[in-house]
């Protein structure tokens, strides 16, 4: 720092009198010089560092609002709607039902169960059912069947679903198949028999169900090596009872179809026929 008056460098910082007005002074600092004592004011050097340090603060701000316009996604361009399903009304479901196919009578009781479109009502599921089940739907017959074994809709009867039962796992319905083996092995509505157990699970497994493969080795382990092969001989050789309706195998898990394991038994008994 250099005095105006006498050009020295013997310059010191000097301190503000309460009478000088600091505003006037804002962007400066007083100074007196030691040899002829001259006070004076100059430029802040702090100002200095101050503004640029303001400026550093700006400029990185600048950055980071760059960034951040450059990532958020445009919203000029539009995504794609949103495909809802469409469903058909309960009106047309119902509409359709009542023409008579063993197809539309079957989907009206699902519509009905657990999971469909309509508030639950067993006796409503029952009746649509019975009327595709008498048709020889094989969804129809398997449901109305688990329908008379939980007693909903209807008084329980273990004998009946046995019936309704076996007549949908003859026609090659996998769930249907497993709940017979479960009625075999338990002797539910049905005379007790582990090799029928066995057969019926084996048959079933062997359209990937997965619970009919746990079931057949569950029950085998209730069985001899001779029974186990005569039951493997029996499922080979067993012919399905053709169906004339399209079935609709994707079963949805709910209390209607939960069934009991691990029950032992034991007994020996040929299949039977649709009907018998």
Same mark, same amino acid.
């Given at each position: 720092?250099?005095?105006?008056? &006498? ?28 040899? &002829? ?78 999971? %469909? ?94 619970? %009919? ?51 032992? %038994? ?11």
């Amino acid at each position: 720092m250099i005095c105006a008056r &006498c050009e020295s460098i013997n310059v010191r910082r000097s301190s503000w009198k309460k009478n000088e007005d600091h505003m006037n002074h804002l962007l400066y600092a007083p100074y007196r010089c030691r040899d &002829c004592k001259h006070r004076f004011f100059k430029f802040s050097g702090l100002f200095k560092l101050s503004v640029a340090a303001t400026l550093g603060l700006l400029a990185c701000m600048g950055v980071f609002v760059t960034i951040y316009l450059l990532s958020k996604p445009d919203l000029s361009i539009s995504s794609p709607p949103i495909v809802h399903e469409i469903k058909p009304s309960r009106t047309l479901i119902l509409d359709k039902a009542k023409q008579g196919k063993a197809d539309d009578q079957y989907a009206a009781g699902l519509m009905y169960m657990p999971g %469909g479109e309509f508030p639950i009502d067993y006796k409503e599921a029952l009746k649509w059912f019975n009327l595709a089940a008498k048709q020889g739907h094989a969804g129809a017959e398997f449901n109305l069947g688990l329908l008379y074994r939980n007693g909903r809709g209807v008084l329980q009867d273990f004998t009946v679903a046995a019936q309704w039962i076996e007549k949908a796992a003859h026609k090659g319905y996998p769930a249907a198949q497993y709940q017979l083996g479960t009625f075999y092995k338990t002797g539910e509505g049905i005379q007790r028999d582990l090799m029928q157990a066995y057969v019926w699970y084996n048959l079933a497994s062997a359209q990937g169900y997965e619970p %009919g493969i746990a079931g057949r080795d569950n029950v085998a382990n209730l069985m001899n090596a001779t029974e186990v092969l005569k039951a493997q001989t029996l499922s080979r050789n067993f012919k399905l009872t053709p169906s004339h309706h399209h079935q609709d195998k994707t079963l949805t898990i709910n209390d209607e179809n939960h069934v009991e394991t691990n029950i032992p %038994g034991a007994g020996l008994k040929q299949p039977l026929k649709p009907g018998d």
